[in-house]
């Protein structure tokens, strides 16, 4: 596939309406969903015992799955070890063919979808009826899964209605209990008549013989029990050692995969049981009980690679896809193959069943690594797929244009003569205005929906030598590393970084040899010039020089401190590594060693967001708390309405003039004031039917709090004002910023503490 077929699809995707407002509802709800169900628990410590258990079983897999096919053929099953997907399906048909099997009622199983299962039941002449409800909807509609765990998320219960009479020849209301009696009442004749069940399991226990499976509705029960022959179908990955181990298993995969406590059934198959085949006169016979056990090369290359050997540490809980934003905004059915979708979904998806499905579908992961931070077997999904991507790069090349981009990016003194060759030349396109929006011939594309950030005037590398440093005692020096981003387009967070470590009494030096991170060339699977910039960047940063290193920007932070993994065999860079990553120091942890650094921010304020709704919780040491909401001072007890729920930012800030007093610091997400203008660099609004004019740019100090950030550059887009109003005295007291005048806020903002 192009890239060019993906992002049709993914326009389609985004252009769906149902599908997004399933997607948004959904993964709205599921983060305080979750949180709920596991109050009380551990979940750090469960999913390494997940792990602890399903990596044994992975490092003993020869000596677990004889034990599993000793004890289940001990208790009267059929055990069939296929090593490729062709030869299960060989065994399924001969199986269906000696019983003389017409119709199969089979329960969720992705491992049968690697087998094209049910389309070849279809040629033989059976019958393979879906009985999931997700899986029965998809079928009807000729579709694949979009979720691994809920198959037809995607769906309304309005085109479940449609669907349904397109089925049933019947009316059909959309409504959801109306539409579960309407499948159980196609289902129940078919359970009562199949000659064979097929299921999917969740977990097999070597240790008894034992397969078992989660299920939320009946069907997957009845599948099992009513027809007289059985067949279970399950890859090696699914193996644990002891009955034991099950239970970590079973505390995180519903809590991840669902936010339950517990599924409805949890049923458990030990051997071949008793099944009723005569019910008049009550005649018991055992059942024809069955497994094959997917044993393919492809699985055994994942469980002998280094990099990706985890893999067999999923649990199938599908939590990667729930908090993912890439999958929020076009599915499963984009970001995933025909069977397994979202971030685990790539990966299973490029070694089982279609390499350039995988390849294609890597480049949607964000790197975010949220997924990372759910995964109920504790995979590192993110840095897989990096690898990933890293690997179809070696194995195929880059694309000629992203290379010579690359390249270019890679050869410093070409690149950033180039960037203050843009700052001049642009001038004709930005016409004055700090957003690039529409970029001419053949660079249209990049502009296509959204704006650009405009290249600064002047870089930081030649502005900082005009900030005057007036530190008296420093504490220690301090190398500012920029990256391209602030040191060539968003240059005032840059000045802002200095002066706030000045302040908190610290010589801030910028060495000039550094260049770009290497971010874009280690996301591209560009490894050549990701280290190529690594040991640019170690050479001239000199940390060993330095008290701290301090990036204000979060990819190149995440980048320089990969550095490490750069130079495993290179003794010299590594221990330049070791030192950038030690002069960093600790990462999203809130402590530091930096004296002076955290006095004006208070850990006493917690904020929480659940179900679109945010929540304050004060703990301040200080003895009084003032609210100051949108520019106005409030007393804690005459918040009588509380605080507002659509928060834009929050800060906790003492008092400048009284160290027992705090100030609680907030901007709403309410509408207020009126953007006009912003041209030739004069910004013109109303505020309470007042008009303002303001030239920022040209006054000696910044006058603008653009999302809590003191600047002089209007930088954004005026479409995602919120807020646009004058700063009140006493927040210029309380933020340090004297020189404001105005503050504004827009819709693309998060929290600061």
Same mark, same amino acid.
Do not use: W
């Given at each position: ?513 550094? =260049? ?11 490894? @050549?010039?990701? $280290? /190529? *910039?690594? %040991? !640019? ?21 995440? =980048? ?11 003794? @010299?860079?590594? $221990? /330049? *590594?070791? %030192? !950038? ?173």
């Amino acid at each position: 596939m192009s890239n060019e077929l993906l992002k049709q699809e993914i326009e389609r995707a985004m252009d769906n309406a149902p599908l997004q407002k399933a997607l948004k509802k959904f993964t709205s709800a599921y983060p305080g969903n979750r949180a709920k169900v596991y109050k009380g628990y551990d979940f750090e410590a469960l999913r390494d015992k997940v792990h602890e258990v399903k990596s044994y079983a992975r490092d003993h897999l020869d000596e677990v799955m004889a034990e599993f096919i000793k004890n289940a053929e001990a208790n009267g099953a059929h055990v069939f070890v296929a090593h490729s997907p062709e030869e299960a399906m060989d065994y399924a048909l001969k199986l269906a063919k000696d019983n003389n099997v017409k119709l199969c009622v089979k329960s969720k199983s992705m491992a049968s979808e690697e087998m094209h299962f049910n389309q070849n039941y279809e040629k033989a002449g059976i019958t393979a009826q879906e009985t999931d409800l997700g899986e029965f909807i998809n079928s009807i509609a000729g579709d694949t899964p979009s979720h691994m765990v809920m198959p037809a998320i995607h769906y309304s219960k309005e085109d479940v209605a449609d669907l349904f009479e397109s089925y049933t020849k019947q009316p059909e209301e959309p409504v959801i209990t109306k539409e579960v009696k309407t499948s159980r009442r196609v289902m129940r004749p078919k359970f009562l008549s199949a000659e064979m069940g097929v299921s999917g399991a969740n977990v097999a226990v070597a240790e008894t013989g034992t397969v078992i499976t989660m299920t939320n509705e009946g069907n997957g029960r009845m599948v099992a029990t009513l027809p007289k022959t059985h067949l279970y179908i399950f890859g090696i990955e699914k193996f644990v050692a002891k009955m034991s181990d099950i239970r970590y298993i079973f505390k995180v995969l519903p809590r991840n995969g669902t936010a339950q406590n517990i599924t409805a059934y949890l049923s458990f198959y030990t051997g071949a049981t008793k099944v009723v085949t005569d019910p008049e006169n009550d005649t018991k016979e055992d059942k024809n009980f069955h497994m094959i056990i997917l044993d393919t090369p492809e699985r055994r290359k994942i469980m002998a690679s280094e990099d990706y050997k985890d893999i067999f540490c999923c649990i199938r809980c599908a939590a990667c896809l729930n908090v993912c934003p890439a999958f929020r905004l076009v599915g499963g059915h984009v970001y995933g193959g025909s069977i397994y979708t979202g971030g685990i979904g790539t990966l299973l998806t490029s070694f089982l069943n279609s390499r350039e499905r995988g390849k294609d579908i890597q480049n949607i992961c964000l790197q975010c690594g949220t997924c990372n931070t759910v995964c109920g077997g504790k995979l590192d999904i993110a840095g897989m797929i990096l690898k990933l991507r890293t690997k179809f790069a070696q194995e195929d090349g880059l694309n000629p244009v992203h290379k010579f981009c690359l390249d270019t990016v890679a050869d410093r003194h070409l690149f950033h003569s180039m960037l203050r060759i843009a700052s001049v030349a642009q001038g004709m396109i930005t016409k004055g205005q700090p957003m690039i929006r529409h970029l001419p011939m053949f660079l249209s594309g990049l502009t296509a929906g959204r704006s650009l950030p405009s290249v600064a005037p002047q870089p930081f590398r030649d502005i900082l030598p005009t900030i005057k440093q007036d530190v008296p005692n420093p504490k220690g020096k301090i190398a500012i590393f920029t990256g391209c981003l602030l040191d060539f387009v968003y240059v005032d967070i840059a000045t802002d970084v200095v002066k706030a470590l000045n302040m908190a009494g610290y010589i801030v030096e910028m060495p000039l040899g550094q =260049a770009c991170c290497g971010a874009p060339a280690t996301y591209m699977g560009d490894v @050549e010039n990701a $280290k /190529k *910039a690594a %040991e !640019m960047n170690l050479n001239a940063m000199e940390a060993e020089k330095y008290d701290y290193i301090v990036s204000a920007c979060p990819t190149c932070t995440h =980048a320089l401190r990969d550095y490490v993994d750069f130079f495993k065999d290179n003794p @010299e860079m590594l $221990k /330049k *590594a070791e %030192e !950038m990553f030690r002069d960093m120091g600790p990462m999203f942890s809130g402590e530091s060693d930096m004296e002076g650094m955290g006095e004006s921010i208070s850990n006493g304020l917690e904020v929480i967001q659940e179900n679109g709704k945010t929540r304050i919780k004060v703990n301040a040491k200080n003895s009084e708390v003032s609210y100051v909401i949108d520019g106005i001072e409030y007393a804690a007890d005459s918040l009588k309405n509380g605080i507002p729920d659509e928060i834009a930012t929050v800060n906790m800030i003492t008092s400048p003039t009284n160290a027992k007093k705090s100030y609680v610091v907030i901007n709403t997400k309410q509408k207020k004031g009126q953007f006009i203008s912003y041209a030739n660099g004069v910004l013109k609004y109303k505020y309470n039917k007042q008009e303002y004019t303001l030239n920022p740019e040209k006054l000696e100090e910044p006058a603008l709090i653009i999302n809590n950030r003191l600047t002089r550059s209007f930088n954004i887009d005026p479409v995602q004002i919120i807020q646009i109003r004058p700063v009140s005295e006493l927040e210029r007291q309380l933020l340090g910023a004297p020189s404001a005048q105005v503050i504004i806020v827009t819709d693309k903002m998060g929290f600061f503490f």
